[in-house]
């Protein structure tokens, strides 16, 4: 099954963060993508935790996007802030925070970020399994 997209929209505040990731999972479960479900709410808490810290004030919402094509699930944030965009950056030892894109980056097979008018996207790519092959049938026993 290829080609499903699923859009919705969260209010920037920190109760959608839980939300967001309850709703990744659900919807992956209904695509029967489960196997994907713990990394891709993981994914999905970093960067709506990214959005609730760094966009607060440039917009009421921001939208989670998860996108089923050629073997690859697309897990998309967007919001309105358009002043700074996430880069992988080394945090301190003593820094409490400042970590979820290297998170991001260990778990997606890739990730960016693209500008939207306002603001940006910030997406990331798990690879879908190919289901396993059917085990061959057991030779019938001899007469």
């Known amino acids: 099954m290829s080609g499903r997209t699923h859009v919705t929209r969260f209010r920037v505040r920190k109760d959608s963060v839980p939300a967001a990731r309850r709703h990744v999972r659900t919807v992956l479960i209904g695509w029967k993508l489960g196997g994907l ?8 808490s970093e960067l709506a ?3 609730v810290t760094h966009a ?3 917009g009421d919402y921001f939208e989670l996007g998860l996108r089923r094509r050629n073997g690859v699930l697309i ?12 880069e992988l950056r080394e945090s301190g030892s003593e820094e ?9 980056d260990a778990l997606a097979e890739c990730w960016g970020v693209r500008p939207r008018n306002p603001g ?3 997406w990331a790519h798990l690879p879908i399994a190919a289901p396993a092959p ?9 007469p």
Do not use: C, H
Request: aromatic share 6%; no cysteine.
């Open 37 to 44: 479900a713990d990394d891709a709410t993981l994914i999905t």
């Open 49 to 51: 935790t990214n959005v």
């Open 56 to 58: 607060k004030g440039a």
């Open 75 to 86: 897990l998309e944030v967007a919001d309105s802030y358009q002043w700074l965009m996430p």
């Open 96 to 104: 409490t925070s400042g970590r979820g894109l290297f998170i991001v």
């Open 120 to 122: 940006k996207t910030v």
């Open 134 to 142: 059917a085990p061959a049938p057991a030779p019938a026993p001899a």
